[in-house]
């Protein structure tokens, strides 16, 4: 099966400006998450979308950050305007759900590596 | 603090050692998994472990659950570099939401 699809692969904008990031999850799988891991550290959930319902986005910077999956498929995440500390690998990842064991399997993308001058 | 710690931060041994790379927690977990994440690319699954006291062995890999089911650890024998890379603990202790340890980087010389 294909795996989960992410864009861009790398994106360099200054401070202040926009930047987007789009998303394809592995087809079925209703959950989608965004993470971001910022160099050296383990990713930290930013949003999960369940269909194309919001589950969790506690950790979402909301002044900054925003976050959609229209039609429960493709997401989109959007950064304006961009600070320093941004700088970072964005990971989309999905699910089907829990697994046998009660313990929910992802598969990540690649990542979008941001770089904010 | 995070939920989950892992130690060390990092380690570099040589081709043939061996390794254990820790991940600790005060809380309780359902289940903990285990994920590689080589430069580039996102976090692949290893393993995931359920049962307190559940071992589970892939290939030269040894994965642990504490009986507490709070802690995991991670043992490979006779390293090779083709196991380098930055090793992910993640548990979801309450409902649906994966967290991730900081992670390990393993660098194995040849």
């Known amino acids: 099966e294909a795996g989960v699809a992410q864009s861009p692969r790398y994106k360099i904008i200054e401070k202040r400006q926009s930047v987007a990031f789009w998303c394809n999850p592995i087809s079925g799988h209703a959950t989608l998450y965004w993470y971001q891991q910022i160099l050296g550290q383990g990713p930290k959930l930013l949003i999960q979308?369940?269909?194309?319902?919001?589950?969790?986005d506690s950790q979402l910077p909301k002044d900054r950050f925003s976050a959609e999956r229209l039609k429960g498929v493709d997401s989109t995440l959007k950064i304006q305007p961009a600070k320093l500390e941004d700088s970072a690998v964005y990971l989309c990842a999905s699910s089907l759900g829990a697994s046998i064991s009660g313990a929910n399997v992802l598969t990540f993308g690649a990542g979008s590596r941001l770089t904010v001058l | 603090t995070q939920l989950l710690e892992q130690s060390p931060q990092f380690l570099s041994i040589q081709e043939g050692e061996n390794l254990t790379v820790y991940c600790n927690s005060s809380?309780?977990?359902?289940?903990l998994q285990w994920y590689r994440q080589e430069p580039g690319e996102g976090p692949v699954l290893l393993v995931t472990?359920?049962?307190?006291?559940e071992v589970k062995k892939l290939k030269r890999l040894t994965f642990q659950f504490g009986d507490a089911r709070k802690d995991s650890s991670l043992h490979i024998t006779a390293a090779q570099p083709g196991d380098t890379g930055l090793y992910l603990c993640a548990g979801d202790p309450a409902g649906n939401k994966l967290t991730f340890g900081g992670g390990t980087r393993v660098l194995v010389k040849p």
């Open positions: 979308f369940q269909n194309n319902g919001v589950v969790d």
């Open positions: 472990v359920v049962t307190g006291g």
């Open positions: 809380s309780v977990f359902s289940s």
